[in-house]
Each structure stands twice: as structure tokens, then as C-alpha cells.
Antibody, heavy 121, light 109 residues
Framework: EVQLVESGGGLVQPGGSLRLSCSAS????????MHWVRQAPGKGLEYVSA????????YYADSVKGRFTISRDNSKNTLYLQMSSLRAEDTAVYYC??????????????WGQGTMVTVSS | SYVLTQPPSVSVAPGKTARITCGGN??????VHWYQQKPGQAPVLVIY???DRPSGIPERFSGSNSGNTATLTISRVEAGDEADYYC????????????FGGGTKLTVL
């Protein structure tokens, strides 16, 4: 079964850091681009970050550029999102998403269940 | 940056046809993907490349894309179709970033 399982969410103070992980199974992880999409409470979907299949290319939304770092370990079938200088507006459910191809294109065909990040004092 | 515009809500009676639009500048030249999100759940891909259905998605779901509007059509609507629906494209003019519409809440009366 194709599956993505996020972990690492929680409550963090403004200015703090958090690392999200996403464990993939059921497909050849190293062949696909991976993405992070977030959803603030009661709001729509926001595209956050992407990484190509070999990790050589990354993308960040302007809202997180310079504060978030996406990475992957293909030997461990794991995707990461290192978040720093967190703000209240980063509060959201963060979804790990599998792309259809090795680079950023196509549809998002598999989504994890999401992990909640709350930034609050 | 590229903007996708969806109506906040659409209401339809059971058994009728629901149409959810997604507007964007010359969106007909892009491939549009649609996602369904039920309360408390992760989104699910229901239409990709304008009109293709992933395996397991009922034939009642269909899509079209032309000019400045893409449309998700749900025929013979059921109570279980009540959800939020999001359209998505890639903005090749902006580092090839993913773009989502604001979402449409489908209410089955």
C-alpha cells in the first residue's frame, strides 16, 4: 500500500524551530518529487515547498523562504521540513505530498494524513 | 503570480448535477487538477489533466478546461460528495510553483 506518514508536529513558541518528517512506503521514493502543502485552520490549501527526486532542485513559497529548508534521504525513504523562526501565521496542518513525476509538475497523487503545527506563546 | 478563483460555495440537491468553476488567465493552456477534501481528512485527487479520473474515482466526476475557466462536474450528486474542492495548476512563470484555488464548499441540500 502506498503510504505517507508525517510526524514531528506540535506546539512551539514564536521564533522557535521544528523539524517535520514524512516516511514513505509502497513506492520507489527516490523516483518522485515530494512536496509540502499546508492548511491553516479553517482555510484553504497553500503550496509550501518542493524537492526533486534526487534532491538537486528545491522550491519555497515566498512566505517561508529563508526560514524553511526541505530535504530528503532517499536511503531512508524520508522527506523532511526544517522550520525555523516560526511565526503565528505558520500555524497549520502540514501535508506531505507525492508528486507524479521526478520534478515539480503533474498532479499530487498521494497525500499523507497531515501533522499539526501550532505556533503560540 | 498566477491566481485561481473559485466560488466559495455551491449547493445542489441530491441526484442533480453540480458544477464547480476555477477561473484563471488563459487557464485552458494549463493542465488543471482537482482535489476533494472531506472534513478532518487529507485531500484526494479526483480529476487530473483537466478530465482524467484516477482509479477508484466514480465516473460521476468529470472535468473540462477551456479559455479562462476550468470546470469540475459531479453528476447524480450524492450526500457523500459533500466536501471542499480545490483546483490546482503549475505556475511556470514563477519558479514553477504549485498554485491552488481558494476552494469551493459543495453542500448537498
Amino acid at each position: 500500500e502506498v503510504q505517507l506518514v508525517e510526524s514531528g508536529g506540535g506546539l512551539v513558541q514564536p521564533g522557535g524551530s521544528l523539524r517535520l518528517s514524512c516516511s514513505a512506503s509502497g513506492f520507489t521514493f527516490s523516483s518522485y518529487a515530494m512536496h509540502w502543502v499546508r492548511q491553516a485552520p479553517g482555510k484553504g490549501l497553500e503550496y509550501v515547498s518542493a524537492i526533486s527526486s534526487n534532491g538537486g532542485s528545491t522550491y519555497y513559497a515566498d512566505s517561508v523562504k529563508g526560514r524553511f529548508t526541505i530535504s530528503r534521504d532517499n536511503s531512508k525513504n524520508t522527506l523532511y521540513l526544517q522550520m525555523s523562526s516560526l511565526r503565528a501565521e505558520d500555524t497549520a496542518v502540514y501535508y506531505c505530498v507525492k508528486g507524479e513525476y521526478s520534478s515539480s509538475s503533474g498532479a499530487f497523487d498521494i497525500w499523507g494524513q497531515g501533522t499539526m503545527v501550532t505556533v503560540s506563546s | 503570480s498566477y491566481v485561481l478563483t473559485q466560488p466559495p460555495s455551491v449547493s445542489v440537491a441530491p441526484g442533480k448535477t453540480a458544477r464547480i468553476t476555477c477561473g484563471g488567465n488563459n487557464i485552458g493552456s494549463k493542465s488543471v487538477h482537482w482535489y476533494q477534501q472531506k472534513p478532518g481528512q487529507a485531500p484526494v485527487l479526483v480529476i487530473y489533466y483537466d478530465s482524467d479520473r484516477p482509479s477508484g474515482i466514480p465516473e460521476r466526476f468529470s472535468g473540462s478546461n477551456s479559455g479562462n475557466t476550468a470546470t469540475l462536474t459531479i453528476s447524480r450528486v450524492e450526500a457523500g460528495d459533500e466536501a471542499d474542492y480545490y483546483c490546482q495548476v503549475w505556475d511556470s512563470s514563477s519558479d514553477h510553483r504549485g498554485v491552488f484555488g481558494g476552494g469551493t464548499k459543495l453542500t448537498v441540500l
